[in-house]
RNA sequence: GGACGUGUAGCUCAGCGGGAGAGCACCUCGUUGACAUCGAGGGGGUCACAGGUUCAAUCCCUGUCACGUCCA
């Protein structure tokens, strides 16, 4: 006998480890058996799970469960990121914490160790968290970004890239984030909007004929200033254009050119141009050969190349005392407050600043066109749909990707350089020495490039890197591409963009046939999570609280497309009544004898109620099955959660008791076994989101009755497959009368507040043939369940009797005894006057020859049925309520 | 400034051309042998606003307003 609630925290980890254990997690060998596989969004390694890893990996549990049990050989491959920026920065603030050493203190080879140290310390939690919420990985196959296989994937991409053309060296102006002492790429700045200044600062003219006015939010930037730039259509300045003006504090004379840049209509209509430290100044100094004046160093404090009483300065102090320079000179015409866009970097935090330095680049516009191609023809899918807009306009426009950061941290970049500079990238030092020394005709002496790659280039092969590439290994001939992505839409740009690209090119194919976007777990502001924020959610606690299958069910249900998902822990709780709702329906099933019947065939049972139950079960399965494999997550849980509970439990259960208890041991017999059979069915369909509790009801019923057909365990039990010749409509009918039958009449009941003990008969009055003997063979289910002593056939309703009307049959309760006469004319006359308004706006509908003659003759014909039924049903209470009034009379 | 998305019951959200639903919350009743982590019943919404298309609009189109996210 089963307990009365299932118990997760002591049996979601036993049930884990012996899942585990059993290898049930690894694709079958079965070459007959089609492949299906997923790889992880690979999370950072010493990081911990939040509750939209919870989510984005309970959505890829509940699919790869779903087609393992479809007889699939499912692959979910699991493993890490070493998440090179945001690894680094962890260590270092621990260091920072503990030592006071800083990682240039410490030395890049101990620095390195020391974030293996934290790897080896803290790359287990995440995975061990991924284990309590259920996620079946073949952990036989983890990889590591950094594993010694990925990092050869990731140097020969590097090579082959560069051969080809696709990554070069450039000097220009990269985002610097000043607090880690490296470029970052375009997407790993945020622009944020602050409030600030516009300084009017008057540039005087060298011939001394005057001043121009130049506005700057960054006054500091002035020291490095090449140029001041005007419209060429601009009238006010066509005199003063090839002038000179003589930059105040430094002295130096810069010219006035003219530049389309310039908006005559903002400000003044000068710009002050500072070519090392503002894209669009950068790209009017080319267009002039203007002098590049880079003032400021890795920290972005102020270098040599400004004048000496700002060297050293952090630049915030720098903009200060260039701006009260320009007030003790009298040049500062106006200070203006204006709220602007500044780019932070994402992790740090920090302004970025736009810093000339020798970086390597991918030329992404070349690799984007296959990769909108595969897109626009379909061969990736993103579900929903309207993903790929957001995709396309990004890949549309994509800029050159920076991939060297100036970290320590990461997959260094394989190129080494020769005394004279000249770059020698190749797999191996030994094979760069070769072609060196072929080069200079001489042993040369090489340097390995400093820079690591950015995190994303290495992930960005992750779906074939994982599985083996280059080699040619089986799993990935038998798994590639891989058949659904399942990430969020805040990493379209950052990952499956760069997958796309670097799948297509170097594999021919795309690396997912499908990539479904889940929703963003927000916080309760709506904004996002993320480490570098500290608002992340600590879903264990909550697997702690309500057990795992509660959590994903919550998650699941709550999966609808392309929202935010505010999680409510009383959501949760609900959620896990629903998973002691069927541990009690099957404890009641047990208790009642129901077990799995030899040779059982769900077509063949007879009595209408059995019928019924494995019609509704193989709508509920076709439904699960069609969402699931439409990754319609929400769809499917909604559907299991009312079938299970609404009818399952609610009805057939209760309807089934009379049968459990009789006497007629033909009935009671198909009944144990059809209960049996459904709950089978149940815990096979709610396996995939509720895994623990629908495994631990399996493994408590497999001794009832005939053995299960494959045994084992449910995870890897055939999923089902019913005909849909199980929907029997005239059982389906019969059901609906007797539950119609029933809530309809406790309504009465409840409404006219009939005291519960009360057990007046139930008349039927006016009923069909086929109506009378569905009644009367489910009297006792409709006198144990509606709490009346008896079903009784009459003629006419007895005054004092209470009617109501069902499928068209008139049913009365004789509660006139029990009752406020007064309360009961009211609820008649509402009655009334609501079928009034509905007849009166369904003849006007009908009486429209418009509608007649244009709406489908199905839509048409039901207006007239409810005319009919509305008009009869209405003359049937009219009745009652006069009968009624006379009542109340004597 | 551009793009996308969202406004439906007190709250969280389904539905998306033929008289609006669920869960939670609320009110009333109920321990009848699976389940009080429960059962029964009930109240509660001019489906943001304004136009248009249609026999018919919460649903489609246009505009407005509000909120959110992303990209400049």
Redesign the pocket.
């Known amino acids: 006998m089963l307990d009365?609630?299932?118990d997760p925290k002591t049996a979601e980890p036993r049930l884990y480890e012996a899942w585990e254990k059993s290898g049930g997690f690894a694709p079958t060998d079965d070459p007959n058996a089609e492949p299906f596989s997923i790889v992880i969004p690979p999370p950072n390694v010493t990081g911990s799970l939040h509750i939209g890893h919870a989510l984005n990996n309970t959505l890829q549990d509940v699919l790869i469960r779903f087609e393992r049990m479809r007889g699939k050989a499912a692959l979910w491959l699991p493993g890490t990121d070493h998440a090179g920026i945001a690894t680094q920065m962890v260590v270092e603030r621990q260091l920072a914490l503990s030592g006071n050493l800083s990682r240039r203190d410490l030395g890049r080879d101990d620095f390195v160790a020391k974030v293996w140290e934290w790897k080896a310390q803290s790359g287990g939690t995440i995975v061990n968290q991924l284990k309590r919420l259920g996620a079946s990985c073949d952990w036989s196959r983890e990889r590591f970004t950094l594993d010694e296989g990925l990092s050869a994937a990731v140097r020969k991409v590097f090579v082959k890239l560069h051969k080809e053309k696709l990554i070069y060296r450039d000097k220009r102006l990269v985002n610097w984030d000043p607090h880690f002492q490296t470029a970052i790429s375009?997407?790993e700045?945020?622009?944020r909007?602050v409030d600030g200044h516009y300084w009017h600062f008057a540039y005087p003219l060298e011939d001394g004929s005057g001043e121009i006015v130049v506005a700057t939010t960054r006054p500091e930037t002035m020291l490095a200033d090449t140029a001041v730039a005007v419209h060429p259509s601009d009238e006010r300045y066509k005199a003063v254009v090839g002038k000179a003006v003589r930059l105040p504090i430094v002295g130096r004379p810069i010219p006035i050119i003219a530049d389309e840049y310039p908006d005559p209509e903002k400000g003044s209509g000068a710009v002050k141009i500072t070519p090392a430290h503002d894209f669009n100044d950068f790209m009017v100094g080319k267009r002039h050969n203007l002098p590049v004046i880079n003032i400021f160093d890795d920290f972005a404090r102020i270098n040599d190349n400004a004048p000496p009483e700002y060297r050293g300065l952090d630049r915030f102090e720098a903009r200060k005392k260039v701006v009260e320079a320009f007030e003790a000179l009298g040049l500062l015409r106006e200070i203006e407050k204006t709220r602007h866009?500044v780019p932070h970097g994402d992790r740090s935090g920090v302004v970025v600043e736009p810093y000339l330095t020798d970086q390597w680049y991918v030329a992404a516009d070349v690799l984007a066109k296959p990769a909108i191609k595969a897109v626009e023809e379909g061969d990736t899918v993103f579900v929903p749909k309207?993903?790929e807009?957001?995709y396309f306009?990004?890949m549309r426009?994509i800029?050159p990707w920076c991939v060297s950061r100036q970290l320590w941290w990461g997959h260094r970049i394989p190129a080494w350089y020769g005394p004279d500079g000249k770059a020698f990238v190749e797999e191996t030092e030994a094979e760069a020495q070769k072609k060196a020394d072929e080069h200079y005709g001489r042993p040369a002496p090489l340097k390995q490039d400093e820079d690591v790659l950015d995190t994303w280039f290495s992930s960005g092969l992750w779906p074939f890197s994982t599985l083996g590439w280059p080699e040619k290994t089986g799993d990935l001939a038998r798994f590639y591409p891989t058949n659904t992505l399942i990430t969020g839409?805040?990493i379209i740009?950052f990952w499956v963009a760069r997958m796309m690209m670097q799948g297509i090119h170097f594999t021919g194919e795309v690396p997912f046939k499908r990539v479904f976007i889940n929703a963003?777990v927000?916080d309760a502001?709506?904004?996002?999570m993320s480490k570098s924020k500290g608002n992340v959610m600590d879903p264990l606690e909550l697997v702690d609280e309500y057990g795992a299958d509660a959590l994903r069910f919550t998650l699941t249900a709550?999966s609808?497309?392309?929202?935010?998902?505010?999680l409510?822990r009383?959501?949760i709780?609900?959620?896990?009544?629903?998973?002691?709702?069927l541990w009690?329906?099957t404890?009641?099933c047990q208790?009642?004898g129901c077990a799995r019947a030899e040779g059982f065939d769900p077509a063949a049972v007879r009595a209408p109620l059995n019928r019924w139950i494995v019609g509704e079960t193989q709508r509920t399965a076709a439904a699960v099955t069609e969402a699931l494999a439409d990754c319609g997550f929400?769809?499917a849980a909604?559907g299991l959660?009312?079938f299970i509970?609404?009818q399952f439990?609610?009805w057939y259960?209760?309807l089934a008791?009379p049968l459990l208890s009789g006497a007629d041991a033909a009935a009671k017999a198909e009944t144990q076994a059809t209960a049996a059979w459904v709950l089978d069915v149940i815990l096979k369909l709610l396996h995939p989101v509720m895994p623990f509790i629908t495994e631990e009801l399996w493994e408590k019923t497999a001794d009832l009755g005939a053995p299960r057909p494959q045994g084992g365990f449910l995870m890897t039990a055939a999923w089902p497959d019913l005909p849909a010749a199980l929907i029997d409509p005239a059982a389906d009918a019969e059901v609906a009368l007797i539950v119609e039958t029933?809530?309809e009449g406790?309504?009465v009941?409840?409404?006219l507040?009939v005291?519960?003990s009360a057990q007046p008969p139930l008349l039927v009055v006016e009923a069909s043939a086929e109506q009378r003997r569905v009644l009367e063979a489910s009297a006792a289910l409709v006198q144990r369940l509606l709490?009346v002593a008896e079903v009784r056939f009459v003629d006419a309703a007895p005054a004092g009797s209470i009617p109501y009307v069902v499928a068209g049959a008139t049913l009365a309760l004789p509660v006139a005894d029990f009752i406020d006469i007064a309360a009961e004319r009211t609820r008649l006359t509402k009655e009334v006057a609501a079928l009034t308004?509905?007849i009166?706006?369904?003849a006007?509908?009908l009486a429209?020859p418009?509608?007649v003659?244009?709406?489908?003759e199905e839509?048409v014909e039901?207006?007239r049925e409810r005319l009919a039924e509305a008009g009869a049903a209405k003359a049937k209470l009219e009745e009652a309520l006069t009968r009624l009034g006379g009542a109340a009379g004597a």
Request: aromatic share 12%; proline share 3%; glycine share 6%.
């Open positions: 009365k609630t299932f375009d997407l700045v945020e622009q909007e866009t309207n993903w807009k957001t306009e990004w426009n800029q839409f805040d740009f963003l927000r502001e709506g904004k996002k709550m609808g497309q392309a929202r935010d998902i505010k409510s009383q959501r709780e609900g959620y896990r009544n629903f998973g002691t709702k009690n329906a404890r009641f208790m009642n929400a769809d909604e959660y009312r509970w609404n439990c609610d259960v209760e008791k029933i809530t406790r309504s009941r409840q409404g507040n005291p519960p709490r308004a509905d009166d706006r369904t006007k509908k429209n418009d509608f003659g244009r709406a489908p839509v039901e207006n």
